[in-house]
């Protein structure tokens, strides 16, 4: 499996930026997805994921209401659109794929990472 993470750079604080995850070598609907992300000098957290067929998604408190995650399956694709950016959303963000079907916030328990995207807040 291959993950490819695109659609980083700089937005304003209260701007929208959207990311994009394309996905190959398996196939791409029999994997949940999840977006993290890992400020400088911090620790990878979980933002958000989405199941198999894209039916349910999960946010973290920080990102919820601003954040929303989705997925083309026919385009091995998943999108994370980021709104209402603040300076505290500033880190790279990693997609990642498990093949299972109930949604996880350990970074362990996924399988295949993608390269990051930075993303980076100014005021």
């Known amino acids: 499996v291959q993950l490819q993470a695109s659609g980083g750079g700089l937005v304003q604080a209260g701007g929208s930026l959207r990311l994009s995850c394309a996905f190959s070598?398996?196939?791409?609907?029999?994997?949940?997805m999840a977006w993290f992300r890992q400020a400088p000098g911090g620790e990878r957290e979980f933002v958000t994921g989405?199941?198999?067929?894209?039916?349910?998604?999960s946010y973290a408190d920080s990102v919820k209401g601003r954040f929303a995650c989705s997925r083309d399956n026919a385009q091995n694709t998943v999108y994370l659109l980021m709104n209402t950016l603040k300076l505290e959303d500033t880190a790279v963000y990693y997609c990642?794929?498990?093949?299972?079907?109930?949604?996880?916030?350990?970074?362990?328990?996924?399988?295949?990472w993608g390269q990051g995207t930075l993303v980076t807040v100014s005021s």
């Open positions: 990642a794929a498990g093949p299972f079907a109930l949604l996880r916030s350990v970074p362990s328990d996924y399988s295949y």
């Open positions: 070598g398996r196939t791409f609907s029999r994997y949940s």
């Open positions: 989405i199941s198999q067929s894209g039916n349910t998604t």
